[in-house]
């Protein structure tokens, strides 16, 4: 290989990573025909993913409108099963427009570079994800920080900008807590200031989209609960369309294929008529606590499917999650910058398809480990 001062950098930065058990690989997923590893680190909390329900759905789709759109969505790529997948999501939410992406980290780039120019202030909470982040940076607004689910914080920044946006998750994807929305929402009011949500990891499985609209514009995905691919904005019908003539995001991106769109669309009526699938889920991540509680590993305060065990150490974490791998469970090793530095942890995610004696035996094996 020539020499050249970019590839000398990609050497020695690769070699600090793994010095500081950092470094990040790609790795094949097992999947269906090995059933010798128990996931606990996949985001399909409602097993939707894989259910019979969902292969016709995708098969139906790909007959009644092929497998790709073929164009942007402003030239050709925009069909019935995009438009109906908004609607329906609209409906469900009580906002009145919706915008199809391909994944939440799109859809997140794209809301806050087209709508926040340097003439505006935006105010998130400390733990938004990194989609945000770079998006809001970018925008050139002015960014400021409230401490994680801090009203106080928050609101200390809301009088100093008022008429400003607001940005939280409704579940934090790390930490598994939930936002205080509906209190974060009436500040928002008192400062006429906007209320944005990223809802990927609360979407289909908290009950905040069943009490009405909860905030001004929502961002959710169908990549976690929903089990499939892609991303939507909701929102104001102004917002929409201006978001239709000015994100380049949505202008110049192929636009999600439409046997997607009518997959998103099974899984949505899939959470409403399956209501099982939830109440399995709420009892199997009350039966991981339970049984962690027992053999004394202590957890976060989350009451969602994303149940951090905090270890510190990086290299301990990456040791830990390989061991368990090894011994058939698979487990997600987060470490900074995806968390603080000193914050390194296993996060343990609790699905609907998991059985009692899945969760007693990854609690077993576990508390030998840590």
Do not use: W
Not at 111 to 128: G, M, Q, Y
Not at 193 to 207: K, R
Not at 304 to 312: H, N, S
Not at 361 to 367: D, I, M, P, W
């Amino acid at each position: 290989m020539v020499s050249h001062p970019i590839l000398d950098k990609i050497s020695q930065r690769m070699q600090q990573l793994n010095n500081d058990g950092l470094l990040r690989k790609r790795k094949l997923s097992h999947d269906n025909s090995n059933p010798s590893v128990i996931d606990f680190s996949h985001n399909d909390y409602l097993g939707l993913a894989s259910a019979n329900e969902m292969v016709d759905a995708l098969t139906q789709g790909a007959t009644i409108y092929g497998v790709g759109s073929k164009a942007s969505p402003l030239v050709s790529g925009y069909n019935q099963a995009h438009f109906q997948i908004e609607q329906s999501l609209c409906e469900l939410t009580g906002h009145e427009a919706g915008l199809l992406f391909c994944s939440g980290f799109s859809a997140n780039q794209a809301l806050v570079k087209t709508l926040f120019d340097s003439n505006n202030v935006v105010i998130a909470d400390k733990l938004i994800h990194a989609s945000i982040i770079d998006g809001v940076r970018d925008s050139g607004a002015v960014f400021k920080r409230f401490k994680h689910n801090d009203l106080n914080h928050a609101k200390q920044l809301l009088e100093r900008n008022p008429n400003s946006v607001v940005i939280t998750e409704s579940v934090f994807s790390m930490d598994g807590d939930k936002a205080p929305l509906k209190s974060l929402q009436l500040l928002c009011q008192q400062y006429n200031s906007l209320l944005v949500v990223d809802d990927a990891h609360g979407f289909g499985v908290t009950p905040t989209q069943a009490n009405g609209k909860f905030c001004d514009i929502q961002v959710v995905t169908f990549g976690k609960a929903l089990g499939c691919q892609g991303a939507a904005i909701l929102g104001p019908k102004a917002v929409i369309d201006f978001m239709v003539a000015q994100s380049r995001q949505y202008i110049y991106s192929t636009a999600l294929s439409p046997a997607s769109a009518y997959l998103a669309l099974a899984a949505v009526k899939l959470t409403q008529e399956q209501p099982q699938r939830l109440a399995a889920l709420n009892a199997n991540i009350a039966e991981f606590r339970q049984a962690c509680g027992k053999n004394n590993i202590e957890l976060t305060d989350s009451t969602t499917a994303i149940q951090p065990v905090l270890i510190g150490d990086s290299n301990k974490t990456v040791l830990i999650a390989s061991k368990l791998f090894d011994l058939g469970f698979a487990v997600g090793a987060i470490r900074p910058p995806t968390v603080p530095a000193g914050q390194a942890r296993l996060r343990v995610t609790i699905n609907a398809q998991h059985s009692k004696h899945d969760i007693a035996e990854l609690v077993c094996v576990l508390a030998t480990l840590i």
